[in-house]
């Protein structure tokens, strides 16, 4: 009688875990992502520390990355020369870090955006780009475009 109640229990508690192990996931937003805000396209105006020159102006998109919940991709940091080439960054309450990443181009970018109003609809950016061995500092402002996707 005994070993038919413990196994009664290990039963009882493994149904129990996979029963919650299974319930189902809630897809839909909630609005309390902290990337929907920095989701859509952004118009960035670019300077560097270094060179005199008037400084760029670029499109960046930034979506959220479906396999990490912190984490964005943002296109074209940097303006690498091509569109399609992204980074990743983790969203904090009012920003994005970027952490040293290797692009494709052979670059190696770091930075981070931070909200500037409070429509959110402005950001300051200060990163840095390395390419061709020599290390450039950056400053951007960042306007929204568009609303995320």
């Known amino acids: 009688m005994k070993h038919t109640f413990r196994l009664f229990l290990l039963i009882a508690a493994v149904a129990s875990m996979i029963y919650t192990g299974c319930e189902p996931v809630d897809e839909e937003p909630t609005g309390d992502d902290p990337r929907d805000p920095f989701i859509?396209?952004?118009?960035?105006?670019e300077s560097s520390s270094f060179k005199s020159t008037d400084g760029q102006s670029?499109?960046?998109?930034?979506?959220?990355?479906p396999a990490n919940s912190i984490q964005v991709?943002?296109?074209?940091?940097g303006n690498p020369g091509s569109e399609s080439i992204s980074v990743t960054g983790?969203?904090?309450?009012?920003?994005i870090i970027v952490s040293s990443q290797s692009l494709s181009n052979g670059w190696v970018v770091a930075?981070?955006?931070?909200?500037t109003n409070v429509n959110?609809?402005?950001m300051a950016w200060t990163?840095?780009?390395?390419?061709?061995?020599?290390?450039?500092?950056?400053?951007?402002t960042a306007t929204k475009q568009s609303p995320g996707k």
Do not use: P
């Open 90 to 95: 983790i969203v904090t309450s009012n920003q």
């Open 58 to 65: 670029y499109i960046v998109t930034i979506s959220k990355d």
């Open 127 to 140: 990163y840095s780009i390395i390419a061709g061995g020599d290390k450039d500092f950056y400053s951007a």
């Open 40 to 45: 859509g396209v952004w118009q960035f105006a």
């Open 120 to 122: 959110k609809t402005t």
């Open 73 to 77: 991709i943002i296109e074209n940091f």
């Open 111 to 115: 930075g981070s955006g931070e909200v």
